[in-house]
């Protein structure tokens, strides 16, 4: 995969629909992170709570083939009532995103709240 500077010009370099679907996320992530930027981090965007990418780092999207995968560094300590979150490596979890419809706003930004507050 290409390297690329810029969120802006990974989200652009995707296909559609996974264009459409990392656009649609990286908005709702940074309504629901305000002030926190977002940045490439191992060649995907990821939000940190730090200056450095990488530093205190709370959420990521990442395409692939058929998805983007939205997930939350420390998503496991995360309360899911709608058991959308997926266990992932350590104390990562995630969602397949397959269409925009499978952002659910407020859920998001409730996981991300959560998320955000165990870096703080």
């Keep these: 995969m290409a390297k690329f500077e810029t969120v802006e010009a990974y989200v652009e370099s995707l296909d559609a629909p996974l264009r459409d679907i990392a ?3 990286r908005k709702t992530i940074d309504a629901a992170l305000i002030g926190v930027e977002a940045a ?3 060649g ?3 939000w940190s709570l ?3 990418p990488g530093k205190q780092p709370v959420a990521l999207i990442k395409a692939y ?3 983007v995968t ?3 560094w420390r998503g496991q300590s995360v309360t899911d009532p709608s058991g959308r ?3 992932a490596s350590r104390e990562m979890a995630q969602v397949k995103l397959r269409s925009v419809a499978d952002i659910d706003a407020d859920l998001f ?3 991300l709240h959560q998320a955000r507050d165990l870096e703080a």
Aim: aromatic letters at 16%; one cysteine or more; charged letters at 10%.
């Design 40 to 42: 490439m981090w191992h």
């Design 23 to 25: 656009e649609h996320a």
């Design 85 to 87: 979150l997926e266990a």
């Design 70 to 72: 939205f997930a939350l």
């Design 44 to 46: 995907h965007p990821v």
């Design 65 to 67: 083939g058929s998805y």
């Design 50 to 52: 730090g200056e450095a």
């Design 109 to 111: 930004t409730c996981w």
